[in-house]
Structure formats: structure tokens, C-alpha cells
């Protein structure tokens, strides 16, 4: 069935309000989608409806830490290239790893800051007009670029994620993939997250750390400049969550509210 049909099928089973946006067309400004998603517990999936992909998720609940909550079990794949000028600068962008389309379906996208953070507000004014050049005012819930009923995940969230699964100086070995980096440096999945090496892109286009390194976005500011992110690499088992600039294209894994 063709993508705009099975679309328009989609909004009026849910009877959603659907919108025109370019961020997620291929080139079809006329295709109408709904913000809505679905949540299958049973499935373990969500599909988000703005552009019909289908993501694993994972309940992490680790027995006797009184944590649980579901995350995407893949890196967020949504095409989010709405052009926003803040400060002078356009600055909501996301990109296929070395922007070649084949890796995007492997290893979701690469987004910057303000991308994650939908700071053109499409979806919410959670954190309109967060960018590089100024410190934001927020939500304490931030979506972002996530689908409807689920957030980009803030600083304090990875650090209860890291304390949950033993910690950060095994987190990365918990929660890496079991094969896709380089070197043997695959971790055990144990909790399903299944985080994958899809490395960053900087601000002048260079893509780096592909297959060695995972980075992904959180929702906290350092100051105005720079926000923080989880990180995770090939030669060792730990996670961390440092500061680094804005736009730098990092990935995105949200959790459910």
C-alpha cells in the first residue's frame, strides 16, 4: 500500500489530528501524518505514526533496585530536518551516518542538540528555541524529537539508568549490544538496550568513532554552550555522562513517560 495512503488510513482510524510538515516526507510536502504513537507491551514495540517505523523497546527493572522503566531499544530513526534560525545560526538538523541512508536503518540518525530537543517546537514548546547560543529555559519533562508519549531522557534519568544496572563502571557492558563493535568490544546486553556504535558527526560535517563509540543526547544543559550525554565505548565497560557542544550530532534513545 503506498505511504500516503496507509497514512491517511492511520489518521482516520485514530480520529488524531494530523499536520504538513517537510521534516519527514522525502521531499513530499504534502503528505499528512498524525503525532500519535503506539505502545505494545505485550510486543514490545512502538510505533511511531508520524512516519509509520516500528522500534523495539525494553523494560529495565533489575530485581531489588526499585527501578523500572521502558526505553527504545534502537536509536531513534525520525527525520527531523526543520530549519530553525537561533542566534544566527540554523541549527535543527539530523543526519545519517556519513549520510548514506543504508546506515540510518541500522543506527537511527545522528541529531544535534537542538534537533533532540525540537527546539523549533513541531511537537511541543517543551524547549523552544533551545540552541547554541543561549541557555533555555525548559520543562522538567522534555520531549523533543522523541513520539508522542515519550522524552528525551535527562541527565539525572541516565544516572538513575547507570545506578540501576550495577553502576557506572559496568553500565556499558550491560548495556552495549552483543555484536556491531569493533575489536570484540561488544558488551552483554543484559537488560535489552542494545546500544549500538553509531559514533557522532561534528559541526563541520566529519563523522567519527563509527563502530567504537556510542553518544546519546540528554535533555540537561551545562551552560549555554554545551549540554550532557551518555557515553559509552568499545575498550572498556563503563558509561559515562559528560558535557559537550551543541552541535554535535549525537544519538537519540528516548524513554516512556
Known amino acids: ?3 500516503k495512503v496507509l497514512f491517511k488510513l492511520l489518521n482516520r482510524f485514530l480520529g488524531a489530528a494530523t499536520f504538513l510538515a517537510c521534516v ?21 514495540t512502538l ?8 522500534y523495539r523497546t525494553t523494560t529495565i527493572a533489575p530485581e531489588g533496585s526499585g527501578y523500572s ?5 534502537q536509536n531513534l530513526n525520525y527525520r527531523y530536518n526543520l530549519k530553525s534560525v537561533n542566534g544566527g545560526v540554523a541549527d535543527t538538523s539530523s543526519y545519517c551516518v556519513y ?3 543504508a546506515k540510518c536503518k541500522t543506527l537511527g540518525r545522528l541529531y544535534t542538540w537542538p534537533a533532540a530537543m525540537d527546539s523549533a517546537a513541531l511537537f511541543s514548546t517543551d524547549a523552544q528555541g533551545c540552541g547554541y547560543t543561549r541557555e533555555c529555559k525548559m520543562s522538567d519533562v522534555v520531549r523533543g524529537v522523541c513520539p508522542k508519549g515519550w522524552h528525551l531522557p535527562s541527565m539525572e ?29 561488544n558488551g552483554a546486553d543484559a537488560f535489552g538496550f542494545a546500544a549500538l556504535p553509531a559514533g557522532y558527526r561534528d559541526a563541520d560535517g566529519h563523522f567519527g568513532f563509527q563502530d567504537s563509540s556510542a553518544y546519546f543526547w540528554s535533555a540537561t544543559e551545562v551552560y549555554f554552550a554545551n549540554s550532557y550525554f551518555m557515553d559509552m565505548y568499545f575498550r572498556n565497560n563503563s558509561a559515562d555522562i559528560p558535557g559537550d ?13
Open 99 to 101: 549520510n548514506d541512508p
Open 47 to 54: 510505533t511511531d505514526l508520524r512516519d509509520g517505523q516500528v
Open 157 to 185: 534519568e541516565f544516572e538513575a539508568l547507570l545506578k540501576a544496572v550495577g553502576g557506572s563502571s559496568v553500565a556499558a557492558l550491560k548495556l552495549k549490544a552483543t555484536s556491531g563493535w569493533t575489536e570484540n568490544g
Open 1 to 3: 500500500m503506498p505511504q
Open 245 to 257: 557542544n551543541k552541535d554535535i550530532a549525537f544519538s537519540v534513545r528516548c524513554v516512556k513517560n
Open 69 to 73: 522503566k521502558v526505553w527504545m531499544a
Open 24 to 44: 519527514a516526507c522525502d521531499g513530499d510536502s504534502s503528505l499528512s501524518f498524525s503525532d500519535e504513537s503506539i505502545y505494545d507491551a505485550e510486543k514490545n
